[in-house]
């Protein structure tokens, strides 16, 4: 048996997104043609998190990897006025160093617009949660991004934890069986 095979198929890691200038409303992207400017769909950002009761204190531009982003700070309010610190880490969609297209545009400019997609698809999720808690009682958006003691997210605790993870249905379900019963109205 030969244990040295490499295939000539190129495939994609589970996660991998793809490059900017692949994107297409076809496949679900939005924002991609966007002309807002960084300042406005920043403003954009602080007033949907703003309707989930989160404060935004900061936009910290950076990389993660190879991907420019944003690292977004805030605070949620408690019932009796202590404030909870919260990251949300933005990575958007990489980019191409080189042209891969004839009407390439310069890679500045493609990070830029990335950079103004990815936000504004962050403010269309923060509105997608504020209608979630609208319609699910005691669901509460901004949570998975609160930080720990050790300046860890909710979410980043969850997944790093063992214990946590034995709470997650088995990887090869995909869906939960249950009955539905309509109640009349």
């Known amino acids: 048996m030969f244990d040295n095979f490499v295939s000539e198929q190129k495939s994609k890691a589970p996660n991998a997104v793809p490059f900017f200038d692949e994107v297409k409303a076809s496949a679900g992207w939005q924002g991609y043609t966007t002309t807002k400017s960084l300042d406005t769909l920043k403003a954009e950002v602080m007033t949907a998190m703003s309707r989930l009761g989160g404060l935004v204190s900061g936009f910290e531009k950076g990389m993660f990897g190879e991907r420019a982003g944003f690292r977004i700070h805030y605070t949620i309010e408690s019932e009796v006025g202590k404030m909870y610190p919260g990251q949300m880490d933005i990575a958007a969609l990489p980019v191409r160093k080189t042209p891969h297209r004839k009407s390439y545009q310069g890679y500045e400019k493609l990070c830029e617009q990335a950079l103004r997609m990815a936000l504004y698809n962050v403010a269309m999720c923060l509105e997608g949660m504020w209608l979630m ?43 939960i069986e249950g009955t539905v019963r309509e109640i009349g109205e």
């Open 133 to 175: 808690r609208q319609l699910s009682p005691g669901y509460a958006p901004l949570i998975p991004w609160m930080l720990a003691a050790n300046g860890k997210t909710v979410t980043q605790l969850w997944s790093e934890s063992s214990s946590m993870r034995a709470l997650a249905p088995p990887a090869e379900e995909e869906f």
